[in-house]
């Protein structure tokens, strides 16, 4: 299997702050993973997938980035409907795998 | 709009079965792949597995195989997992979830149902 390891595990941060999440994958998987974000007790949402595209109805402030075995997601402005936990998961064999998660927190 | 909804979820001793449903609406069901992800409490996410459009590709992670059982009725715009032999490890929240491009098994998750919590206990 494909282990997803994402970093930090947890970050606080201002409103305002540009914030950078990391994530690695244990091979390649070219350009298929895909950032969800997670508020408490509400299922994922989809906000970037194939590595760099916005998902419809998703904030410009969210941007994703890189391939092959290093990603990043980077929100631009946070503002504070942004605080949630995000996960990074690939798509390019089964099974699916999933990062363990990134909580954003408010400084 | 497109909607998700989940239900079967409950308590159930270990050894015992579940089938989870799902029910879709707001849009066209049997151009879709479709897939179960978990959540145990305070932890993360898990695909525990997922079903082509035409049920003629299925796939389960290792923890999962050989006990749960992935179908889908397109007449009925349904999912199911019947989940057999239940283990502690196996509580958690139970989503359904939806692939973002059609016919293609990709596993790009675009729309998730609310979860059907599932606990196995004695």
């Known amino acids: 299997d494909i282990q997803m390891t994402q970093s930090p595990s947890s970050l606080s941060a201002s409103v305002g702050d540009r914030v950078t999440i990391t994530c690695r994958a244990s091979?390649?998987?070219?350009?298929?993973l895909n950032w969800y974000q997670q508020k408490p007790g509400k299922a994922p949402k989809l906000l970037i997938y194939?590595?760099?595209s916005l998902q419809s109805g998703v904030p410009s402030r969210f941007s994703g980035s890189g391939s092959g075995t290093d990603f990043t997601l980077t929100i631009s402005t946070l503002q504070p409907e942004d605080f949630a936990t995000y996960y990074c998961?690939?798509?390019?064999?089964?099974?699916?795998?999933f990062g363990q998660g990134t909580k954003v927190e408010i400084k | 709009e497109v909607q998700l909804v989940e239900s079967g979820g409950g308590l159930v001793q270990p050894g015992r079965s579940l089938r989870l449903s799902c029910a879709a609406s707001?849009?066209?069901?049997?151009?879709?792949?479709l897939h179960w992800v978990r959540q145990a409490p305070g932890k993360g996410l898990e695909w525990v597995s997922g079903?082509?459009?035409?049920?003629?590709?299925?796939a389960y992670a290792a923890s999962v195989k050989g006990r749960f059982t992935i179908s889908r009725d397109n007449a009925k715009n349904s999912l199911y997992l019947q989940m057999n032999s239940l283990r502690a490890e196996d509580t958690a929240l139970y989503y359904c979830?939806?692939?973002?491009?059609?016919?293609?098994?990709?596993?790009?998750?675009?729309?998730w149902g609310q979860g059907t919590l599932v606990t196995v206990s004695s």
């Open positions: 091979q390649s998987i070219t350009s298929y």
């Open positions: 998961q690939q798509s390019y064999t089964t099974p699916r795998t």
């Open positions: 707001g849009f066209t069901f049997n151009d879709y792949a």
């Open positions: 194939a590595a760099s």
């Open positions: 079903i082509s459009w035409n049920s003629g590709t299925i």
């Open positions: 979830t939806k692939d973002r491009r059609m016919i293609a098994v990709v596993g790009e998750f675009d729309c």
